[in-house]
């Protein structure tokens, strides 16, 4: 087993350990690590430039989670067999460890930082996602680059209402809420995850029991770096700064950007009032400013409308669009704008708007979700969409970014709370989210949008789910507001990005960036129960646009029909080498699967027309009756004997038509009678006691002849 020089242990329970260590992998890094629980091997590397490049205004954190499929003996199944670009779920580990890490780095910090994460050895059983983040920030703490703090990230769930730390892959199957959440020693930074309608108190008790498991991970990193040596942080260069700059822009603009502010406008009409103030600073800069002297003008200025719409919320208590705290933005819905997909709904709050549709498919269409570990297939996914000319921008189309993956998800997790089990639903079920405007949180409208367009898909959920992203803005002095629907510059400039989903009885799911410290557990309750409140207000919009789920699929929505069959009949719908089941599909027209579920065959028939659906029903349905003496059956001749004729009663099913029960009249020979092919109406009658097989009798249908006197019988005599 991998060891390295070294390390320190510390304890999930009583009986897990997880072990940090370093000193003998990736030796070139600025900081490399190992955590081990069980047979999972996390590594985690992390260099950064000495020095920022030349005119650098942003910091370049990348972040890439991947796993080796030899971590787990298994051979990649892309074409070229070797891992190729991030999946979705290493995609959605790596934004949770950069979101995350990324509020540890100073705020003049702009070096380049690549953080790798990779499984090398994997364990069943164990799940590593929750791992991979403490890798991180242990890489960053035994290196010289200079975070503020260290921080551990912690999976807990509730499993028959006991609380559990990193729970295995089976005890999270079971379990009704799970968040993923990521703290330094005092303050929250990060929630994600989803829960079955729990209430806000139970979300605050499941941070709180998290956030001291993260604790003691915070105190093993710090251990190890001290067994490492690290005792200092390597120096870096600031940025430029000039007062001089600085105090022209602050006062040329500062009572220009608050009035701009407090006028209510929408989006585009503020942005371009900020964008001509912007151009009337630059103008009126001294004419022997240099080229740095005005990129930190522009620095200020934005700088100076973060400070001046802050202290505006905070002391006016009122918002860039006029709203109160409180207050969400005008609502409109409506369902089934497009007349073709399965289903649709057009959702939009304020300046933000999705166009969402829902596909229906069959098991052939189920999408499958790769990992180390294991592939599985899923019936039900969603995916956004968010083309530039939504904020009014030209940008290149690069396809799905990370950012579209991660805001799909949130939405896909809440939605998939009430979304109906296979027994019950058995379509496999795509939603797309396209976002048409977006000035706020555009995956809150996918969800809301998304639910509307289960409902109008006809989809069985028994309620609707809404969202709504929430703000907060704090001072020094202890005064905060919490915003509730913010805008995309309240995100910008707030301490916290809160998105909040769930039906009207509890949370189907969150998503919390934490830009500030010193969140209380106080403030984060008032917080929870204001979203709670923006959350019914949606909700009652939804319910008064659609209430409930139509009775029905659309009339030009595919139809599906799932049949349960005992396991003895799998064989006979499939057919020796699939005869049967390829002469069912290409005799209707219709698409049918069929698998083993325990002691039963689950058989799942699609088609777009009822007569199609209808006729491959009733042909299964044929195969795996069975046959009981007294019925009445028809069938086509099969094979025609001196004896009598054999007749397929029942598909794959033959019984003997005796030549004595063909007729009440005494037969001499078949001769003429039948022909192959030709259709009867017979009666199954018994089976034979030696052979087995099926007794036919077509003159049990016929009415018996009345029998003519004898002329020698006693009885009919004088």
Request: glycine share 8%.
């Amino acid at each position: 087993m991998l060891s390295q020089p070294i390390s320190v242990q510390f304890n999930l329970d009583e009986k897990r350990q997880v072990t940090l260590g370093t000193g003998k992998l990736a030796r070139q890094a600025d900081g490399a690590v190992t955590v081990q629980q069980g047979n999972c091997i996390i590594m985690a590397t992390v260099v950064a430039n000495k020095d920022p490049k030349d005119g650098q205004d942003f910091f370049p954190l990348s972040v890439d989670y991947q796993e080796k499929f030899a971590s787990a003996g298994r051979v990649p199944g892309s074409f070229f067999k070797r891992e190729a670009r991030l999946n979705d779920y290493e995609i959605l580990t790596s934004r949770l460890i950069d979101r995350a890490l990324r509020p540890l780095f100073p705020e003049d910090y702009l070096c380049d930082v690549q953080v790798l994460v990779s499984l090398i050895s994997s364990d069943a059983d164990i799940l590593p996602d929750s791992l991979a983040c403490l890798a991180a920030s242990a890489a960053l703490a035994v290196s010289d680059i200079p975070i503020k703090e260290i921080i551990s990230e912690v999976r807990i769930a509730r499993v028959n209402g006991q609380f559990i730390i990193n729970p295995t892959r089976s005890e999270l199957a079971n379990s009704d809420l799970e968040f993923l959440i990521a703290a330094t020693e005092k303050n929250l930074m990060m929630v994600e995850g989803e829960a079955k309608e729990c209430a806000e108190a139970d979300l605050v008790k499941a941070l709180e029991i998290a956030h001291d498991a993260i604790r003691i991970q915070i105190k093993a990193q710090a251990e190890l770096r001290a067994k490492a040596g690290v005792t200092t942080k390597r120096d870096y260069k600031k940025p430029e700064q000039d007062e001089q700059i600085k105090e022209l822009v602050y006062n040329f603009a500062k009572d220009r950007v608050y009035e701009i502010s407090r006028k209510g406008s929408a989006k585009h009409e503020r942005s371009d009032a900020y964008s001509a103030l912007k151009d009337e600073i630059m103008a009126s800069l001294p004419a022997d400013v240099t080229d740095l002297q005005k990129k930190l003008a522009k620095k200020y200025y934005e700088d100076l409308k973060w400070e001046v719409v802050r202290n505006m919320i905070l002391e006016d208590r009122i918002r860039l669009d006029g709203r109160k705290l409180d207050e969400v933005r005008p609502l409109a819905m409506e369902v089934e704008p497009l007349p073709t997909p399965h289903g649709s709904a057009l959702f939009t709050r304020g300046e933000t708007q999705s166009l969402t549709t829902v596909t229906f498919g069959t098991k052939l269409d189920e999408l499958l979700a790769e990992t180390a570990a294991k592939s599985e297939y899923s019936k039900f996914f969603l995916h956004y969409n968010f083309p530039p000319f939504s904020t009014g921008e030209v940008k290149m189309m690069r396809g799905v970014g990370r950012r579209e993956v991660g805001h799909g998800n949130l939405a896909q997790r809440s939605l998939k709370q009430m979304m109906p089990s296979s027994t019950e639903f058995a379509y496999t079920v795509r939603i797309v989210s396209d976002i048409l405007e977006s000035n706020g949180s555009s995956s809150m409208a996918t969800v809301c949008a998304g639910s509307l367009a289960l409902m109008d898909a006809g989809v069985p959920v028994p309620k609707h789910v809404s969202g709504v992203a929430m703000g907060l803005i704090t001072r020094e002095d202890g005064k905060y507001a919490i915003l509730t629907d913010i805008l995309g510059d309240e995100d910008h400039l707030g301490d916290m990005d809160f998105k909040v989903t769930g039906t009207k009885d509890g949370i189907c799911g969150v998503q919390m960036d934490i830009k500030v410290d010193g969140l209380s557990m106080e403030v984060m309750m008032e917080a929870l129960t204001q979203a709670r409140a923006g959350r019914l207000h949606i909700l009652d919009a939804m319910y008064e646009c659609i209430p409930a789920h139509r009775a029905e699929v659309k009339p030009h929505a595919p139809r599906m029909v799932k049949l349960i069959i005992d396991k003895e009949f799998i064989g006979a719908v499939i057919g020796p080498g699939g005869k049967v089941i390829q002469e069912i599909q290409r005799e209707t027209g219709a698409t049918v699967n069929i698998e083993e579920v325990g002691n039963t065959g689950e058989v799942s028939i699609f088609s777009a027309s009822k007569e199609s659906l209808d006729k491959a029903v009733n042909w299964v349905r044929s195969i795996t009756a069975v046959p009981e003496v007294g019925d009445v059956y028809e069938g086509p001749i099969k094979g025609i004997k001196e004896f009598g004729a054999f007749v397929e009663f029942m598909p794959g099913k033959q019984g003997l038509l005796h030549i004595s029960e063909i007729s009440w009249s005494r037969l001499e020979s078949m001769d003429g009678l039948f022909k192959e092919g030709d259709m009867v109406k017979v009666k199954l009658v018994g089976l034979d006691p030696k052979t087995g097989k099926f007794k036919l009798s077509r003159k049990a249908l016929m009415p018996r002849p009345e029998q003519k006197p004898r002329e020698n019988n006693p009885e009919n005599q004088g």
